[in-house]
């Protein structure tokens, strides 16, 4: 190698070893940035390939400067609009230009949006928009499609559609044999100087609860509660202002209440009458529950204002109107009960013992060829029941079950669930079939017949067995309460009325007042009203080569095709990190670090600076050699 090669050695290594503390100190300098992802500078040797074969080392070049991408330490903050990712993934950021972005640093603030007042977006220090999924029509998350986050600063109102009233009504109290839809009158209103709608005198005990109207604004509602003649029966009635009501009560002439030039009418303000329940422990065990017309005459004797509860519906309802405009608004009352589906009994016991020993009945896993009917006869092997009747909505259903002698009576039950749409079981020997779905049901066996495997009938064969009821007969309706007895109940006790609990799912509209997000991302609005309602949810984005992405400055990443293939998804499921909220990743630097590899480059700056010191006074020797 001649004396140039040492010289250009010497460069290559000052040169890089500049660029390697360049390196160390960018990272030193950026100790304190939030997101920042150090570097280090990669080495490789270079050849000179015109000594072959003998090749010769020509210097150092510098293969690449690599990131390194390991979590940094997190800092808690407090801040709300803060975030940092717990593992892998990268914030994405939009320009709004067509310009995507990856980063590190949550550390996220909301601005003023440009085009509307009514929401804020959320951005990134610098101004990028943080991108995630947005809602839907139904205000769920949407992810369909991702957009730039932004909260609403008002919360919309939500009429009330369900009221849990958890009341004790005493059980000392007088007995009265006047109704309580009787004693109201609703054409008395406070607004026209007229009494009250309804007198102190005339009820035992009141509670009242806020609804709100689809303005947000509330309304107040009153339950009033009274004896009956019966001891164990209690009346209530749900009413509300009588001067405000504004509900529809004739549908064909949409006459409303209080509208102008209409007289004022005794059922105004009743929105729901009914009667409550108890068995001798003072639990509540059913509800009635009437429309209260126009006229007031409820005539609960009647079916005319009986309430019937549709299917799957487990709560009677009542309307409420107080604007005056669109459809009634209606909303569940829960008294605190828990509704039963509607059974059909069979009417015979089917045995496993045979004439003249003690009764012992069926189960599900008894065997068909240990099974008898009442009068001791067994069925035989090929017999077919045929189970006639309908399913709880209405539908026809015939069911033939052919007898298998080695099968057990659970692949009856299994056939009538299927067929039927209900639960089938055997309890003491009776076949018992339950709907699946509370409320109205036409659940009903209306008959159920016996034929050998001849074809014979039981009708005209008298040895067929008739195993659960007698042929032709018709399935029994349960007598069973149509409510079970709850947890937490309304009750009717010794002790003084009050109110246990009062609960209604609406509310009106609030004012932003407070920022979060949760570990998978989820970004919530916190509002006046109380509400924490759900804004949108973080992306995240990685690449397969994490190294390939392109540095951008300001902590951030511009995706290039070395990067490999671009996945997105959202916190906490995937494979991506959990967020951390309140939080920042700071820098991965390890201080300590970047000084001894300082040191150590700067001892190997001077020596290639010496080389390169040694090789010019050699060539200096030579110059003057030359010249003698």
């Known amino acids: ?46 050849l000179n390939t015109a000594t072959e074969p003998a090749r010769q080392g020509n210097g150092v070049g510098l293969a690449m400067i690599d990131t390194d991408f390991n979590l940094g330490k997190f800092e808690v903050t407090k801040v709300p609009t803060d975030m940092a990712i717990d593992g892998k993934g990268f914030f994405v950021l939009s320009d709004g230009a067509g310009g995507t972005f990856y980063t590190r640093n949550g550390q996220f603030r909301l601005q003023e949006n440009a085009a509307s007042q009514q929401v804020l977006d959320l951005v990134s220090a610098s101004g990028l928009a943080v991108q995630g999924y947005g809602l839907d029509a139904n205000n769920a998350v949407d992810a369909t499609s ?20 958890i009341v004790n009504i005493e059980s000392s109290a007088e007995l009265s044999d006047v109704p309580l839809y009787a004693r109201w009158d609703g054409s008395r209103t406070a607004d026209d100087g007229s009494p009250a ?14 609804v709100y109207d689809e303005d947000g604004e509330a309304r107040t509602i009153t339950v009033y509660f009274d004896d ?101 608004r209606t909303a569940t009352l829960d008294f605190g009960t828990r509704a039963v589906p509607q059974a059909v009994n069979a009417t015979g016991r089917a045995l496993v013992s045979a004439p003249g020993k003690p009764p012992a009945y069926v189960s599900s896993a008894s065997r068909w060829e240990e099974v008898y009917d009442e009068n001791g006869r067994q069925p035989a092997a090929g017999d077919v029941i045929t189970f006639t009747g309908t399913r709880g909505d209405g539908t026809a259903v015939t069911l033939d079950y052919t007898v298998n002698l080695a099968s057990e009576l659970s692949d009856l039950l299994a056939n009538l669930e299927q067929e039927f749409a209900c639960v089938a079981t055997v309890e003491e020997g009776v076949l018992t079939l339950t709907d699946t779905t509370v409320g109205d049901s036409a659940l009903a066996i209306t008959s159920i017949t016996y034929r050998n495997a001849a074809g014979e009938t039981a009708a005209t064969n008298a040895d067929i067995a008739q195993i659960f009821a007698p042929n032709g007969s018709r399935f029994e309706t349960s007598e069973q309460a149509r409510f079970q007895i709850a947890p937490i109940t309304s009750t009717s006790y010794a002790t003084a009325s009050h109110t246990l609990l009062k609960q209604q799912d609406g509310y009106g509209s609030g004012y932003l007042e407070g920022f979060s997000v949760d570990a998978d991302g989820l970004v919530y609005g916190h509002y006046s009203n109380g509400r924490k309602v759900v804004q949108g949810q973080l992306v995240l984005a990685t690449v397969a080569n994490v190294n390939g992405l392109e540095r951008q400055g300001g902590t951030l990443f511009l995706y290039r095709d070395e990067a490999g293939a671009l996945t997105t998804g959202v916190p906490n499921a995937g494979g991506f990190g959990a967020i951390r909220g309140g939080a920042l990743e700071g820098a991965n630097v390890d201080l300590g670090r970047q000084f001894a590899d300082l040191i150590i480059t700067q001892r190997a700056y001077q020596a290639n600076a010496k080389s390169i010191q040694t090789a010019d006074a050699v060539y200096e020797t030579l110059v003057r050699m030359g010249s003698r």
């Open 197 to 210: 709608p309804i007198s102190e005198d005339d009820y035992n005990y009141a509670a009242t609860f806020p």
């Open 146 to 165: 991702v957009t730039s986050l932004s909260l609403a600063r008002r919360s919309q109102p939500k009429t009330t559609e369900a009221v849990r009233l």
């Open 1 to 46: 190698m001649t004396i140039y090669g040492t010289f250009f050695n010497g460069y290559s290594g000052v040169s890089r070893l500049g660029d390697s503390m360049s390196v160390l100190a960018d990272n030193v300098a950026n100790l304190n940035t939030i997101g920042f992802k150090g570097s280090r500078s990669i080495f490789e040797e270079i």
């Open 228 to 328: 009956t003649t019966d001891p164990g029966v209690k009346e209530f009635l749900v009413a509300c202002d009588p001067g405000k009501d504004r509900r529809l009560y004739d549908a064909a002439t949409g006459a409303r209440y209080n509208d102008s030039g209409q007289p004022a009418m005794p059922g105004a303000g009743a929105l729901l009458y009914g009667r409550l329940r108890f068995n001798s422990q003072g639990d509540l065990i059913d509800i009635a529950a009437y429309q209260v017309p126009a006229n007031g005459d409820v005539a609960p004797d009647t079916a005319t204002n009986r309430i019937q509860l549709g299917r799957g519906e487990a709560y009677y309802s009542f309307a409420y109107n107080f604007t005056g405009t669109g459809e009634d």
